[in-house]
């Protein structure tokens, strides 16, 4: 899924540069400062998830180069720690892995394909669901983590297919052959890591999740 910096045209990976620091720079405007600093214990999980997420992303199968899946797990890091410090936390650990690829002209548009767009899409699927869908348990677990993961998760890999086939990277007969036939064999696992982990952590650590509460979901 990562993408090397000979795959892309050196402008566009430029221009994703100009985009990644443009969102950077307004999440951090906006996190949660105030309170993330005065939670001791919110550092620790903060660190902990985004060092477990790490490992996942290190750990890559493909054939061909951007060819492959590796596990996101942004969602419930996403439900974990609300927008701003989900992309803060994704774009973190897509430096620690471009430190051990060496691929840093692509690393802007690796954090914007594998990290931004899924975790925007996990964030805004979960606020749809809790505007409009009963606030239930089951409808947490399985809409806004079980299902928005595959959600997310299938939009990073269209958004990347889309693009290596607007550049001519790889033709739409190629992604057919080697890509595309596996992508059902990825997303159900990431849909199903999601939903477990999230509710494990609403039976452990409800605390945890900063888009849960049982007030809400347990009335």
């Given at each position: ?134 606030h239930h348990l089951f ?81």
């Amino acid at each position: 899924m990562k993408l090397t910096d000979a795959l892309l045209p050196a402008d566009l990976l430029l221009l994703a540069w100009f985009i990644w620091l443009l969102i950077g720079i307004q999440a951090v405007r906006i996190a949660p400062w105030r309170t993330f600093l005065a939670r001791s214990q919110l550092h620790h999980v903060f660190l902990g998830a985004s060092v477990a997420l790490f490992l996942m992303w290190m750990f890559e199968v493909g054939v061909r180069p951007a060819l492959g899946f590796h596990f996101l797990c942004v969602t419930v890091y996403t439900l974990m720690f609300g927008w701003s410090l989900g992309v803060i936390g994704a774009s973190l650990i897509m430096i620690g892995v471009t430190v051990i690829s060496g691929d840093w002209t692509a690393l802007a548009m690796n954090a914007l394909l594998l990290g931004i767009l899924p975790v925007s899409v996990s964030y805004g699927v979960h606020l749809l669901v809790y505007r409009y869908l009963p606030h239930h348990l089951f409808i947490y677990v399985f809409l806004s983590a079980f299902f928005n993961a595959m959600l997310a998760a299938g939009a990073a890999v269209l958004a990347l297919s889309l693009l290596l086939v607007a550049t001519e990277t790889y033709t739409l007969a190629r992604l057919s052959q080697d890509y595309f036939p596996y992508a059902p064999l990825y997303l159900f696992p990431e849909g199903l890591l999601n939903g477990m982990t999230t509710m494990a952590l609403i039976g452990l650590r409800p605390d945890w999740l900063k888009t849960y509460d049982d007030a809400i979901y347990l009335k």
